[in-house]
């Protein structure tokens, strides 16, 4: 894990490094200023990162900050909403100009898109139900099967540790097959986990496992040149509103904790 971050850290700081010029035609941020709106594309159904309240306006941690990114690019926040596997085709075929969506980074990823410093720092949590006294540890999944969006970093790590993945569409989704004995566990984050309580306190689930070490969300974009200014910008901000303690205070308002400090 530490030479995985390592690996990280030193492609981060070769992307902040790039300073060669930008080809109007194709720089992403001068395109976003172009038409006054970066376009950010996020599931709009995982509570706390972006669902719906009561009144079926879209909010949640990400939101928030993809709307102070915005205004502090001096653009509109447009926001697109899609099931996971619709965000990074989206983001590919230039419909989104960023995801902002609770996205970890992985080697796999790193190999396809570029991403901003980290804005959150989370431990996955397997939830399983209250009286599951099979499973104590990430080992204990081979052979299990599990609940989560295919695709999405939770699946891979379930998968890796030999489990067999169901594919669902969103969280409610996978905590229901849990809760119906249809699936042994689900991969979360664990602050989703804590968020899913307190708003099911009767729910009867419980943390079997958490991560060791914490996991690094981020904002991807389409990898090369044309969003190194963006990502540069993005940076910024994001740099900004951690030493402001903005950004801890946000992440405080949506999930009880300080997600910013490691």
Avoid at 30 to 48: C, D, F, R, S
Avoid at 179 to 194: C, F, I, K, M, S
Avoid at 216 to 238: D, F
């Amino acid at each position: 894990m530490k030479k995985f971050r390592m690996l990280i850290v030193i492609s981060l700081l070769m992307l902040s490094g790039c300073t060669k010029g930008n080809d109007t035609q194709t720089d992403t941020l001068q395109q976003i200023k172009n038409k006054n709106e970066i376009i950010i594309a996020t599931e709009g159904t995982w509570q706390p990162w972006s669902y719906h309240n009561e009144d079926n306006e879209l909010v949640g941690y990400d939101v928030e900050l993809g709307q102070l990114i915005a205004e502090k690019l001096g653009v509109k926040a447009t926001f697109v909403e899609a099931e996971w596997d619709s965000l990074f085709a989206g983001l590919d075929s230039k419909r989104y100009d960023i995801v902002i969506n609770g996205v970890e980074i992985t080697d796999e990823r790193l190999e396809k898109y570029d991403f901003s410093n980290p804005y959150a720092f989370i431990k996955t949590a397997i939830i399983v139900k209250s009286d599951n006294d099979e499973i104590h540890s990430y080992d204990d999944l081979s052979g299990k099967q599990t609940a989560n969006t295919l695709a999405s970093t939770y699946a891979t790590l379930a998968e890796h540790y030999g489990a067999t993945t169901t594919g669902v569409d969103d969280l409610n989704q996978t905590i229901e097959l849990v809760l119906q004995n249809r699936v042994d566990a689900t991969l979360n984050a664990e602050v989703t986990y804590y968020d899913y309580m307190k708003v099911h306190p009767e729910a009867s689930l419980k943390i079997a496992a958490l991560t060791d070490e914490s996991s690094l969300v981020s904002i991807p974009m389409r990898k090369g040149q044309e969003s190194t200014a963006l990502n540069q910008e993005i940076n910024k901000i994001i740099d900004e509103m951690i030493q402001s303690g903005e950004l801890s205070q946000l992440s405080i308002k949506y999930f009880g904790t300080d997600l910013v400090s490691e």
